[in-house]
Nanobody
């Protein structure tokens, strides 16, 4: 299993970013996928989850209405569109696959003026 996140960076509050997680080594379309984040000194928290078909999505209260999770099973990729970013969104963002719970290496998101 390999998960490779990308798309992080430094952005100003109110701006947007789209994270991507490219998956390989398993049947991507058969499993739900998740995005987590971990800020310095805090526990890793679930941000969003998407079912294998993409038909069901769930979000943490802190990001609902601002973040959108999606997937392209033809490209074995899951996305996290993050709008109206806030300084509290600053964290390392990780994707996780639902078969074995494996993690990617993460991509850093920093929201600061």
């Amino acid at each position: 299993v390999q998960l490779v996140e990308s798309g992080g960076g430094l952005v100003q509050p109110g701006r947007s970013l789209r994270l991507s997680c490219a998956a390989s080594g398993f049947t991507f379309s058969s499993y739900g996928m998740s995005w987590y984040r971990q800020a310095p000194g805090k526990e890793r928290e679930l941000v969003a989850w998407i079912s294998r078909s993409g038909g069901t999505k769930k979000y943490a209260d802190s990001v609902a209405g601002r973040f959108t999770i999606s997937r392209d099973n033809g490209k074995n990729t899951v996305y996290l569109q993050m709008n109206n970013l806030k300084p509290d969104d600053t964290a390392m963002y990780y994707c996780q696959e639902g078969r074995t719970g494996s993690w990617g290496q993460g991509t850093q998101v920093t929201v600061s003026s």
